[in-house]
């Protein structure tokens, strides 16, 4: 994850717990299960701290509420083709200078707690 650098906020979505349709096997095809999202989220801030007006902010809510509705309507084999979707879905907005995208599956693997995937992007601002 980059360094923080002065005038950049780090937003922070975590546990947003979901369901879909998610995996390979017949019964993960026919019956959706839970997913755990976590989002990190780097942006330039300085305006939307000196001014404080909502318009010069990333709206986090309106980011969550995009994943949100992708990942409760489609459906993915992979966790990583979901990770990346929601990554993609993330990087569509201008402000964001950075994102990184976790996706837990519960209870994937026996013995595990859950088994995920981390994927990251960034734009060269």
């Known amino acids: 994850m980059p360094r923080l ?21 017949e019964d993960e095809i026919r019956n959706k299960q839970d997913v755990q999202i976590n989002l990190t989220i780097l942006y330039p801030a300085a305006d939307a701290v000196s001014g404080n007006q909502i318009e010069q902010a990333l709206n986090y809510r309106t980011i969550t509420k995009a ?25 569509t907005h201008p402000q964001v200078h950075y994102a990184e995208v976790e996706v837990d599956k519960p209870h994937a693997l026996r013995f595990a707690e859950s088994v995920s995937i981390t994927l990251s992007a960034s734009h060269d601002n």
């Open 5 to 25: 650098a002065p005038g950049m906020a780090r937003i922070r979505v975590k546990n947003l717990m979901l369901r879909t349709y998610i995996g390979i096997n």
């Open 67 to 91: 994943v949100i509705s992708h990942v409760e309507v489609h459906r993915f084999a992979l966790l990583e083709r979901l990770t990346q979707e929601v990554l993609d879905l993330i990087m």
